[in-house]
């Protein structure tokens, strides 16, 4: 039996949230066990002003609660943390606003999170996703 997408991932909530001003939202700490990776979603909404910003980074850690977390190496990453925020540019949607973007994680740490810092005047970021994907064991339970 071939498995499909929704059989061998998992979603796990990250943050969701509607700044008016500048802010830093952490995810939850996504545990990866049982998973060899994570793809971090981001969907962000609209925004009243070309100057605000996302930045996006994804920490690691080898301990949820005693460990510190630090940046994950590029080398780790599939994609970009830029690509996964926003930059400052025109309210184009489905580019700039109304979007989703996505980072994947494929380092070996078993903790993982996601910081997003909204910089600028009327930033409003909607929500971040953690799909845990590849199982060691499938087919996963729903959530």
């Given at each position: 039996?071939?498995?499909?997408?929704?059989?061998?991932?998992?979603?796990?909530?990250?943050?969701?949230?509607?700044?008016?001003?500048?802010?830093?939202?952490?995810?939850?700490?996504?545990?990866?066990?049982?998973?060899?990776?994570?793809?971090?979603?981001?969907a962000y909404g609209l925004t009243?002003?070309?100057?605000?910003?996302?930045?996006?980074?994804?920490?690691?850690?080898?301990?949820?609660?005693?460990?510190?977390?630090?940046?994950?190496?590029?080398?780790?990453?599939?994609?970009?943390?830029?690509?996964?925020?926003?930059?400052?540019?025109?309210?184009?949607?489905?580019?700039?606003?109304?979007?989703?973007?996505?980072?994947?994680?494929?380092?070996?740490k078993r903790y993982v999170r996601?910081?997003?810092?909204?910089?600028?005047?009327?930033?409003?970021?909607?929500?971040?996703?953690?799909?845990?994907?590849?199982?060691?064991?499938?087919?996963?339970?729903?959530?």
């Amino acid at each position: 039996m071939e498995l499909n997408l929704h059989e061998t991932c998992k979603p796990v909530f990250g943050f969701a949230a509607a700044i008016t001003s500048a802010a830093t939202l952490k995810s939850k700490v996504i545990d990866r066990r049982g998973y060899n990776g994570v793809e971090f979603i981001f969907a962000y909404g609209l925004t009243a002003s070309a100057v605000d910003t996302h930045t996006v980074t994804i920490l690691e850690s080898d301990s949820a609660t005693t460990g510190t977390f630090t940046s994950v190496a590029d080398a780790n990453l599939a994609g970009t943390e830029a690509l996964a925020g926003c930059a400052a540019a025109a309210l184009t949607s489905g580019v700039r606003i109304n979007v989703a973007k996505r980072i994947g994680y494929l380092g070996n740490k078993r903790y993982v999170r996601a910081y997003a810092v909204a910089a600028g005047s009327a930033t409003t970021l909607g929500s971040c996703v953690a799909l845990l994907y590849s199982p060691e064991a499938a087919a996963t339970s729903n959530p």
